[in-house]
């Protein structure tokens, strides 16, 4: 079993002053020979690796802090801090720290760091005004002490020397008695010094000063000093929100007292920096950074001593889930996890994906799927904070559980049918709960978190979940607002306007547009399962209704779905929106608008210029052909006119290539009817003269008996492919060597087939080619 007193996790500070951690393992002080000195090595725990190996230099300063921490700078803005698991195992680095120092390890700091003018006038400084000088801790003199604190301010070395002064004295504890009896004076002008001498004390910014001022018998009295700030006519009153108005309630009783003693000091620290003391300025934003870690590492160890108290944890899920609950306990106990889950983000990933773990593994899932359907709203709004923070930590973990419902329960109480649900019902005018429940949805439907490697198949399986069991709740408040063709039609023969789509609800229209915004995600990432569905419910005819909307935002949104779609240059999408006239709503919005220049105008045109530039010709064909007189007359942009330019290039490339077809097929007649006249020039010796050019053959038979010898050697290299039936098949290019027959006048082509039998058959082939078919073996008629 290895020694727990040398188990620490080590951390660094990053550029935004988070403490980052860099693993856990055990801590050893040794030489290295490389280092040339003694060495603090930390091995990870997990698998032997190094950690850290940092040299114990002479003139690092190293500060104890809370008993179990070590903090110390190796370069400038690099600073690294030994988290320990017990006291035992601090002291004892500590020790060798100062060992090796040369310092008396009764100290919380072996030195400061200063620059080098401050080191040149210490040295020459004699060994007695090492220390500073405190005044009598007088209530005459508590000017005098706010002037030394106040000026020490601005020097590392002078407030090193005033913080081991004030430690050494017991000098805070005498400073807070003063403060009792000048409240009990209502000694003005003594409080008011008390303020700038606390004040100053807090930037010294030491730890050790910190556990003292912060301790439970000290840290109301510090809460009272900080309350007469000179510049306030009368007092702020702190100490009574903090004892009266801020109630501390144990959802649960907490038996370990020391947790609870955590708890109330973090709380109270955490107000003191946030709320009393003022925002410091540019020159004092670093007085206070210690404060900062010190409130860090407290919530660090007040969620790992929750999170080791597995009985704890268990009976607040149990009371979560039970339904005799009362409203207002389960109300406290969704704030407990809301808390807890917030303190949690100061864990580092290693911590976090511990602390969610656990949480998954006690049910919090099934808790928060219980509670996000209740009534109460400040529950559920809690409910969904939890939700938010796990779906930022693992997507993966909340599809994993959701995918396991539906053979569990029914479709309506699914988890992600109760988000859907809760984003659809959302109270809010502004939908702010439905717009972080959105983005919530976005994430775990995106296929980019998907590609885990250790499910591979993630991606299809909880897309056909998502498809078959909640895409219809997602889409039921946009089917419901619009109307298909018909209906609308029909309703708008039985009055003189009526507007197919609900747009005087503006809640409703942002509801539609925050809809269409979802899937219109979906059409860019969901190649597969999306277009099946638009297909099959004709869902973008119906989100095409939403362009009669007087909700520009709204029109907008419909458009850019439609802009998605063609963008994907689909030709069952196009075919799609052929079939279905689909481009009418929004010409008709175009034309509707006017001469308007304006968001909507620019997307419509842009839409047809994407068309027109990737030249998709099947929308261009039936843009042109459907809509062209109504766009004709639009001049201010040349995008229609060159949609018809380019649907006219289109049609002469199709005319030019029947032509070429016909003019072959007529080629192929005369070829046919030059072979039979061949055959009866031959019998009476009568040579025929054809209307082909003369310039196209060869002048002689001699050249043509040259040019048939070269090809019969080119026939021969490539033997003929047998067809199917059994025959081969002949191909020759019509050259002008093999045009003239044996008396000089033009031959056709010759095609000619023979059967099995020996019959003559009709012939298919092309001009220019020779098919002869016939029984093995093969004999070429030359």
Known sequence: MSDTRRRVK?????????WDDRGTGHVSSTFVERLKGISLLVRAESDGSL??????????????????????????????????QEKAGCDEIWEKICQVQGKDPALEITQDPIDESEEERFEEMPETSHLVELPPCELARLEEIADLVTSVLSSPIRREKLALALM?????????????????????????????????????????LFEVMFSDDCIMDVVGCLEYDPALVQPKRHREFLTKTAKFKEVIPITD????????????????????LPTPSVFEENFLSTLTSFIFFNKVEIVSMLQEDEKFLTEVFAQLTDEATEDGKRRELVNFFKEFCAFSQTLQPQNRDAFFKTLANLGILPALEIV??????????????IFSYLVEFSPSMVREFVMQEPQQTDDDVLLINVVIKQMICDSDPELGGAVQLMGLLRTLIDPENMLTPTNKTEKTEFLSFFYKYCMQVLTAPLLANTVDEKKSKALQEGSTKINPVCPDNFQT??????????????????????????????????ILVLMNSKHTFLALCALRFMRRIIGQKDEYYNRYIIKGNLFEPVINTLLDNGTRYNLLNSAIIELFEFIKVEDVKSLIAHIIDNYYKAL???????????????????????????NRYRRDARTLDEDEEMWFHEDEDDDDGEAVEKSRPEEEFPESYGKYMETKKVKESDDKENFPK??????????????????NGANGKPAASHAASASPNGSPAKSDAPSGTLVVKVSFPCQLPF
């Not at 002008?189 to 606390?198: D, P, R, T």
């Not at 996000?372 to 809690?382: E, K, P, S």
């Not at 229209?509 to 297909?535: D, G, N, P, S």
């Open 51 to 84: 950690l850290l190996e940092s040299k114990i230099s002479p003139n690092t300063a190293y500060q104890k802090q809370q008993d179990t921490l070590i903090v110390w700078s190796e370069a400038e803005n690099y600073d690294l801090a030994l988290s320990f």
């Open 372 to 385: 996000m359907g209740m009534d109460d709203l400040q529950v559920r709004a809690a409910a969904t904070d």
């Open 509 to 542: 229209a942002q509801l539609l547009a925050l809809i269409l915004e979802l899937l219109t995600f979906c059409v860019e990432h969901h190649t597969y399962h999306i277009k099946t569905y638009i297909m099959n419910k004709d869902l973008l005819r119906r």
């Open 632 to 658: 004709e007359s639009i001049e201010y942009v040349q995008t229609f006119k060159g949609l018809k330019g380019r649907y006219e290039q289109e049609k002469d490339r199709q005319t030019l290539r029947l």
């Open 722 to 739: 047998q067809t199917p039936t059994g025959s081969f098949k002949f191909t020759f290019s019509h050259s002008a060597g093999a045009a």
């Open 168 to 208: 050494s004295e017991g000098y805070i504890k005498k400073l807070l008695q003063l403060f009792q009896v000048c409240e009990d004076l209502d000694n003005r002008e003594g409080l008011h010094h008390l303020y700038e001498i606390v004040r100053g004390v807090l930037f010294l910014n030491k730890a050790a």
């Open 257 to 276: 007292s020391e947790l609870r003693q955590k708890i109330h000091q973090t709380y109270r620290v955490q107000y003191i920096q946030d709320i009393i």
């Open 10 to 18: 080590v951390y660094t500070l990053n550029e935004d002053r988070q």
